[in-house]
């Protein structure tokens, strides 16, 4: 590879950390209202790990990016990295990387980084579709990329999550224009031809961002275990959808 090539790519994964700093710094300064009574910022705790998959794996242009919502508890929350299950980001992934405390931890809900026993069934889904079809990262990174769309962790009194599409009108307005612009600027770094909502939510912020920048929008359903369709054969299922939208191949 030349130097200037060398040089392009290197910009690609700088330009996705800086706007992962700005996101997360700007973040930072909304508060929320209860029930939310803990926020957890992974991109603020867990900034090492996910600045290695950054680094590593966005270095170039994708063909396809895939959106998710927010980070789910034994997820990206725990490890840093979106969708984030611990065995597919130490054992796939093979990325290692210091997780610190956050400032305000819920009692019920520790962070202990990739030494958490829990399994995020979302992440442990949609990773192993990926490595089912690509086997390796390399591979499946040469033309996909996967992102949040917002990064923070919302948690009620009681130890429960809340997701970002149940906040107060308000609270999702300041904390959406945030996260549109991040989006925004990924995909502008990026480049894709495709922006794929795993999930309702992250479809419908795509559609938003998609009005100021050039993609198609893709759909798929969302791995999680609180969806019947998603407990009858999730893989195969994504795996149709991305076909018959032309995303990828049979």
């Given amino acids: 590879m030349t130097k200037p090539a060398a040089a392009k790519l290197s910009a690609l994964s700088e330009g996705l950390i800086t706007a992962a700093r700005e996101l997360a710094a700007r973040v930072d300064r909304l508060r929320f209202a209860e029930p939310v009574t803990h926020l957890y910022n992974p991109l603020d705790y ?112 009681g130890g429960k999550n809340r997701t970002p599409d149940k906040l107060p009108p308000e609270e999702q307005a300041r904390l959406f224009a945030a996260c549109d612009e991040h989006l925004r600027r990924v995909v502008e770094i990026l480049q894709p031809e495709w922006l794929v909502g795993v999930g309702g939510f992250a479809y419908e912020r795509g559609e938003v961002v998609a009005e100021q920048v050039t993609v198609k929008l893709g759909r798929i359903l969302h791995p999680s275990p609180a969806s019947p369709a998603a407990n009858r054969g999730w893989s195969a299922a994504a795996t149709k959808q991305l076909i018959e939208q032309g995303i990828w191949s049979a």
């Fill in 46 to 157: 867990a900034w090492a790990p996910h600045e290695q998959y950054l680094r590593r794996f966005g270095h170039a242009r994708k063909r396809v990016v895939f959106l998710g919502m927010n980070p789910g508890p034994f997820g990206m929350t725990q490890t840093g990295i979106p969708f984030g299950e611990v065995a597919v980001v130490r054992d796939w992934l093979q990325i290692s990387a210091p997780v610190r405390q956050p400032a305000n931890a819920h009692p019920k809900r520790p962070i202990q980084g990739l030494a958490c026993p829990r399994s995020e069934v979302s992440g442990r889904r949609l990773w192993g579709l990926f490595a089912e079809r690509y086997t390796t990262p390399d591979a499946f990174f040469a033309d996909h990329f996967v992102v949040n769309y917002c990064p923070l962790v919302f948690c009620e009194a």
